[in-house]
């Protein structure tokens, strides 16, 4: 059964969520309003020319396909994609990314499977507006325009087993305990105590590069 990334407002940190799932991962998705140049997308009629704006990185791997296709995301909403399968050799394996444009909210509703295997997000804040999205993904709050806060939807569809990686934003507060430290030991992972959210179990196991504070991995252990 394949296993899914998904991480929605990534902006361009595209390489480092690849190259540290790439193991485990086959599908990779990237939502952010960026790819498609900042529009959303009502009907398919709407979509004859979109700006694509993917970031550019390399792969350790050969190109294998590409291609362009929609997906219908919340109340109806069309959901461009462009994807890119790639071969990795070290892995006996292929990977694909799909970059999903228009609201990250339209792309969660509309992804193609029911489980994720790793979600992430970092790097954002609730102030929607220059870079930011607004949308608390992992907390039960929302903001003035996304009332409803995203943190039990994502525990709903997480596999357990899975990992949720986020350095804090706009995330509940047991998720977020060094946000915005700059300052941290580079073991303080294996100091943060477990946390049950919506009768989910998650277990601090590992960080990543920081962002705004260190990048925790979180994995639900039931």
């Known amino acids: 059964m394949k296993r899914t990334l998904f991480y929605p407002c990534s902006g361009r940190d595209i390489f480092e969520s690849v190259r540290s799932w790439m193991h485990i991962i086959d599908d990779f998705w990237f939502a952010e309003m960026s790819f498609s140049g900042w529009r959303e997308f009502k009907s398919a009629e709407d979509m004859t020319e979109i700006p694509w704006r993917i970031p550019n990185f390399r792969l350790p791997g050969n190109l294998v396909s590409e291609n362009e296709t929609t997906l219908t995301g919340e109340n109806d909403r069309i959901v461009p994609v462009r994807s890119a399968t790639y071969h990795l050799k070290q892995f006996n394996k292929s990977i694909t990314l799909n970059f999903a444009g228009g609201c990250a909210v339209n792309a969660f509703h509309a992804l193609p499977v029911d489980r994720i295997a790793v979600f992430v997000n970092r790097g954002d804040h609730r102030v929607s507006g220059e870079g930011s999205s607004g949308i608390c993904w992992l907390s ?83």
């Not at 009332?147 to 977020?176: C, H, K, W, Y």
């Open 140 to 222: 039960d709050e929302g903001t003035t325009y996304f009332p409803e806060g995203m943190l039990q939807q994502v525990l709903s569809r997480m596999d357990v087993g899975g990992f949720i990686v986020t350095d804090g934003s706009n995330a509940v507060e047991a998720l977020a305990p060094y946000w915005r430290q700059r300052e941290f030991p580079a073991d303080v992972h294996l100091s943060i105590a477990p946390v049950t959210l919506h009768g989910v179990q998650l277990r601090c196991v590992g960080m990543l590069r920081p962002k705004y504070g260190p990048t925790l991995v979180w994995q639900n252990v039931g």
